[in-house]
């Protein structure tokens, strides 16, 4: 409630202005009454007030030196809100008050529309000025909380760099001991939620994070970190997720941290936790404790590499599976250490799909999508979302080898798709009709066109249209509309464009030169 304190010397008008006050503002205000400055002064010193509504003359202490003692004892800005009680005759003696900031002046007989107003406007005020003072603290706490996680962020990148100055300070006043947790969440697609709205969703789960987690960073892989005093926080937002059937959100949990430096540790445990829930496809958490023990792992599998590569266009597409699954284990797949993982889904980037596309030039736009997709495993939820693709890919690489492989050997399909050009160079043409035509995969048409010809589809179409188009000129035979148009070009603006690309001059000035170059062959048989 708002403190109001009335000081008046009439005991009649300090008790009227209580009552009117407390019948139109019931619950708002706790009033106290004094009888002089002096008395209220003492109360103002003991119990303080937002709102002081003084008389100017009264014994003891008047008015104005009440004024001037609480002007005294606060600050520009602070101290209860100012009213001045007056009569007629005292106003322009009260206006001298102003230098003690006085809010606004009451003239008996008090009118209660006049002193409603006033409370009202000074309430307003108050109101402004907390929210203000509310922003303001809201707001340097954001920056104070950015500015912690900040340099707590900085403590996790670099383990052999030892704490500056600010992360001891951070480090100190870490609530110990402490879980590090880490967050993703992982659409169907494999995109990955931001790291702001698994916040949210973690709030619509749990109730606000900060309660349960003292710490909430981001890290530079758009991971979140949270930091709390027990695991069994987690483990309930783990059963909550799976209540809900939110199967995107994956949790890895560090062991405990008992000093500040143990931030480190504690959140590269949790983030290798985290990787871990790739083999378990039906568990949203990991706890780090649960994995630390030794894990099966192999040697690099070189000799098996050498064969998967081999066996690409090979039509052995059952034995490409089988070497597959081998060289991945997967059947002991829940029991591996990731770090084989790892480096088997490395070397077959660097070993095999590199190797081919170097050998091979670049494949289909559908298959080069597949092969940057399958550069990391993370880019997938779960190990068997990675190996279906990877799986997937191989067999379009298989596909993809063995189509350009027998475009090259087989010249005939090229010298007919050449012979079907030139006899429908003057239809409307493009590759997919001609692959078609010959029975060939687009892909591996392109790729065995451009080796064969030198040149690529559109680039060869229209050196063939502007090859016919120059016989048409040099006979002279009708307008250039129509000789653009009868070698298959859409319009005469079409036309003319092409032939100065490859010609260097327009078709008209092309015809010129030709007639001009017949007239001086034939005057030459003639002499």
């Not at 009202?120 to 003072?133: G, H």
């Not at 949270?226 to 995107?248: H, N, P, T």
């Not at 799986?391 to 050997?409: K, S, W």
């Not at 327009?506 to 001009?516: C, D, H, T, V, W």
Request: hydrophobic residues 40%.
């Amino acid at each position: 409630m708002t403190k109001l304190l009335i000081v008046d010397d009439e005991k009649n008008i300090r008790y009227g202005l209580k009552i009117m006050i407390e019948r139109e503002y019931p619950s708002m205000y706790a009033i106290t009454m004094a009888g002089n400055g002096a008395e209220a002064l003492a109360y103002y010193e003991a119990e303080g007030a937002d709102i002081v509504i003084t008389d100017i003359r009264m014994p003891v202490m008047d008015g104005i030196a009440l004024l001037e003692q609480l002007s005294a004892q606060n600050r520009v800005g602070e101290g209860p809100a100012l009213v001045i009680l007056s009569g007629y005759d005292d106003f322009e003696y009260a206006k001298s008050a102003i230098r003690y900031r006085v809010k606004d002046y009451l003239l008996k007989p008090i009118r209660r529309d006049e002193l409603f107003s006033i409370l009202e406007r000074i309430q307003k005020e108050r109101d402004e000025r907390e929210n203000n003072v509310r922003l303001q603290e809201e707001k340097a706490a954001c920056l104070r909380q950015e500015l912690r996680a900040s340099r707590l962020r900085g403590l996790l990148i670099h383990e052999e760099v030892q704490p500056n100055r600010e992360q001891a300070e951070e480090l100190a006043i870490l609530s110990l001991p402490f879980t590090v947790g880490v967050l993703s969440y992982y659409y169907n697609d494999g995109t990955r939620m931001k790291p702001t709205e698994i916040q949210g969703l973690t709030e619509r789960l749990s109730g606000p994070l900060e309660k349960k987690y003292p710490e909430i960073l981001t890290d530079w892989e758009g991971k979140l970190v949270l930091i709390g005093s027990s695991k069994k926080d987690f483990m309930e937002l783990s059963r909550q997720a799976e209540a809900r059937e939110l199967k995107g959100l994956l949790i890895g949990v560090s062991s405990l941290g008992r000093v500040g430096i143990d931030i480190r540790r504690c959140y590269q445990e949790a983030c290798r936790a985290l990787q871990y829930t790739f083999l378990y496809p039906q568990v949203n958490l990991i706890d780090y404790e649960n994995i630390r023990e030794e894990r099966l792992s192999f040697p690099k599998p070189d000799q098996e590499l050498h064969k998967l590569l081999n066996m690409l266009g090979t039509d052995r597409e059952k034995e490409l599976k089988t070497l597959l699954a081998a060289i991945f284990q997967v059947e002991q797949i829940k029991q591996l250490d990731l770090a084989y993982l790892e480096m088997v889904g490395r070397s077959i980037n660097e070993r095999v799909l590199d190797e081919v596309f170097r050998v091979h030039g670049e494949a289909s736009i559908e298959v080069l999508k597949l092969y940057r997709s399958v550069g990391s495993m993370y880019n997938f939820r779960h190990f068997h979302d990675y190996y279906r693709t990877l799986e997937h890919l191989l067999l379009c690489v298989n596909d993809y080898i063995i189509g350009v492989r027998t475009a090259h050997t087989e010249h005939k399909d090229m010298k007919e798709a050449l012979a079907y050009i030139e006899a429908n160079y003057s239809r409307p043409l493009n590759m997919a009709m001609v692959s078609n035509h010959v029975s060939l995969n687009y892909s591996y048409f392109s790729e065995a066109f451009k080796a064969y010809t030198g040149e690529n589809f559109i680039i060869y179409l229209k050196k063939v249209r502007i090859r016919h188009a120059k016989m048409l000129l040099s006979e002279d035979s009708g307008r250039l509309a129509y000789i653009g148009e009868a070698v298959g070009f859409e319009n005469s603006k079409q036309f003319a464009r092409v032939f100065k690309e490859l010609e260097g001059i327009s078709p008209g000035e092309y015809r010129s030169k030709a007639l001009q170059k017949m007239y001086y062959a034939q005057e030459e048989r003639e002499s």
